[in-house]
């Protein structure tokens, strides 16, 4: 089963982060993310034609976002999306930032 495919599970607090070797096998599967420097989110730039479609790309993540009860960090301009995962909660990274990370390529 692949990332997209998963459920995003509720975390716990006392939640262990993920490693960033166990993060580095788990990017392969989520193609056009990266591993941030500190290793504790997972990054994706997006580009479009214009204001509209970028707005429209957040409103359809927003709408899985709250699907999954997982959400990602967006930053929305003219023509781009950026996109952060990480898990606030345990300050670092869990498996259900790869399974939204999936699930938004899939709708991408």
């Not at 993920?18 to 730039?45: C, H, K």
């Not at 479609?53 to 960090?73: F, S, T």
């Not at 300050?91 to 899939?106: E, P, Q, Y």
Request: contains cysteine.
């Amino acid at each position: 089963m692949t990332q997209g495919e998963q459920e995003c599970i509720p975390c716990s607090q006392a939640g262990q982060k993920m490693s960033r070797q166990e993060a580095e096998t788990l990017l392969r599967d989520v193609p056009g993310w990266e591993l941030s420097v500190d290793g504790n989110a997972i990054l994706r730039n997006l580009k479009f034609r214009n204001f509209k479609q970028a707005l429209e790309c957040v409103n359809r993540i927003g709408v899985l976002a709250e699907e999954q009860k997982h959400h990602p960090d967006i930053v929305l301009g003219w023509g781009y999306v950026r996109l952060t995962l990480q898990t606030h909660s345990i300050g670092g990274l869990h498996a259900n930032d790869f399974i939204l990370a999936g699930k938004i390529n899939n709708i991408l």
